[in-house]
């Protein structure tokens, strides 16, 4: 399988439930990242991963729990969520590394998990 | 603060039409990234086109076309002779050329009809 892949693509759970997504990426990149694209919201930007290490955690609420246990693979647990989190999760991933500009700057998206929350 | 623009939230165009979908951005940087996606209904956003700051040379690849203007921080997209395959949300982004953050417009979707 090549790119971004990301599991279930589809996800309906009540607010008490422990879900979690999964994103892979077969880019042999070091940066890794999650999106939130809601409906009437641009989108935005979750957490940033380089090299397995969390660098920018964009003040999501401790609700969501990202774990990145190595470059490839990327979760975002999810726990007691409310319904305004309903929204399109999308996973992106990029060369990252060593800045020399160019294409280590591309991000490349995934699918997303359509998620709904009732 | 970086702030990216798409006034146009919505475009009807016929197919065959000429459309021009724009894009307007802010930031302080003087070196920065520009990038065009697409988003078809499937929900994967489809990375079309980067532009580094420093090259405003335009570009065409096959219908597509990119302005970029530094002078008024606009990078425009236009699409030739449209299809029906090229509906979809349109977002144009910016990213700092230190640092991983990626600003998204707000989209601007795109309805071709045949």
């Known amino acids: 399988e090549t790119g971004v892949t990301q599991t279930p693509r589809h996800l309906v759970m009540g607010m008490t439930n422990k879900k979690s997504l999964k994103c892979e990426q077969h880019l042999g990149h070091n940066a890794m990242y999650w999106y939130k694209q809601s409906a009437k919201k641009p989108l935005e930007l979750m957490f940033v991963?380089?090299?397995?290490?969390?660098?920018e955690n964009n003040s999501v609420p401790s609700r969501f729990s990202p774990e990145c246990p190595n470059s490839s693979h990327l979760f975002l647990h999810l726990h007691t969520l409310q319904p305004e989190d309903s929204a399109l999760y999308l996973c992106?991933?990029?060369?990252?590394?060593?800045?020399?500009?160019?294409?280590?700057?591309?991000?490349?998206f995934g699918p997303g998990t359509r998620l709904l929350v009732l | 603060a970086q702030k990216v623009t798409q006034a146009q939230t919505e475009i009807s165009v016929v197919e065959k039409e000429d459309v021009t979908l724009d894009c307007v951005y802010e930031?302080?940087?003087?070196?920065?990234?520009l990038f065009w996606y697409k988003q078809p209904p499937s929900g994967e956003l489809v990375f079309l086109i980067r532009r580094n700051s420093f090259d405003e040379q335009n570009e065409i690849s096959g219908r597509y076309s990119w302005n970029f203007q530094k002078s008024t921080s606009s990078f425009n997209f236009t699409i030739t002779a449209s299809q029906v395959v090229d509906s979809a949300v349109y977002f144009c982004a910016l990213k700092p050329w230190a640092g991983n953050m990626l600003t998204f417009g707000g989209g601007t979707r795109l309805m071709v009809k045949p």
């Open positions: 991963y380089n090299f397995k290490e969390q660098t």
């Open positions: 930031t302080r940087d003087t070196t920065y990234y």
């Open positions: 992106a991933s990029s060369p990252g590394g060593v800045q020399s500009g160019g294409t280590q700057e591309t991000q490349y």
